[in-house]
T-cell receptor, first 112, second 115 residues
């Protein structure tokens, strides 16, 4: 069975500071890993994904995530937070690619 | 269409009534998913359609929930005898690749409120 844990339901950072959103997963097989972002009153958008190959993946808006198999983690980072990054972020995992399991989300607040 | 379209965007219904939610996926997308997002919680998988294969209904929470999809087009999610715990945002997503490895495209959701 798959599961995703996002540590910290709420994260606050100052504008310009590092953003780090944590995601750990459980999977019995090499997983497919995704981060989605949900802006207020909008649907979820794909931010980035890991399927195979390079373990450091870059996404839109300057975000990146690194797949660390030994730590079963796929943390999302951005060097410098912008006010427009305020949103809900969801980590998702799949083993087969047919069904995805989402974390409970992390709400990011950016403080001016 | 250009994106995944869901209707209605908001629905308020009385407890015990039936509701029908609609999802119009991106043209050509073979896979379609329904998720439920309760307030303050993550996305809960409900059902998955892939082409003409039998749907994966393993996430439907009770027999009050059902969904249909005709071919690779519109899908409807029906909730019978609604309860207050059914209040949530219902999200539909579609994908062009088997297994959605390209990532889902989500609709904006239907916010269902049962009063």
């Amino acid at each position: 069975a798959q599961s995703v844990t996002q540590l910290g339901s709420h994260v606050s950072v100052s504008e310009g500071a590092l953003v780090l959103l944590r995601c750990n997963y459980s999977s019995s097989v090499p997983p497919y890993l995704f981060w989605y972002v949900q802006y207020p009153n909008q649907g979820l958008q794909l931010l980035l994904k890991y399927t195979t190959g390079a373990t450091l993946v870059k996404g839109i808006n300057g975000f990146e995530a690194e797949f660390k198999k030994s730590e079963t983690s796929f943390h999302l980072t951005k060097p410098s937070a912008h006010m427009s990054d305020a949103a809900e972020y969801f980590c998702a995992v799949s083993d087969t690619g047919n069904q995805f399991y989402f974390g409970t989300g992390t709400s990011l607040t950016v403080i001016p | 269409g250009a994106g995944v379209s869901q209707s209605p965007s908001n629905k308020v219904t009385e407890k015990g009534k039936d509701v029908e939610l609609r999802c119009d996926p991106i043209s050509g997308h073979t896979a379609l998913y329904w998720y439920r997002q309760r307030l303050g919680q993550g996305l809960e998988f409900l059902i998955y359609f892939q082409g003409n294969s039998a749907p994966d209904k393993s996430g439907l929470p009770s027999d009050r929930f059902s969904a249909e999809r005709t071919g690779e087009s519109v899908s409807t999610l029906t909730i019978q005898r609604t309860q207050q715990e059914d209040s949530a945002v219902y999200l539909c997503a579609s994908s062009s690749q088997t297994g959605a490895l390209g990532g889902y495209t989500f609709g904006s959701g239907t916010r269902l409120t049962v009063v």
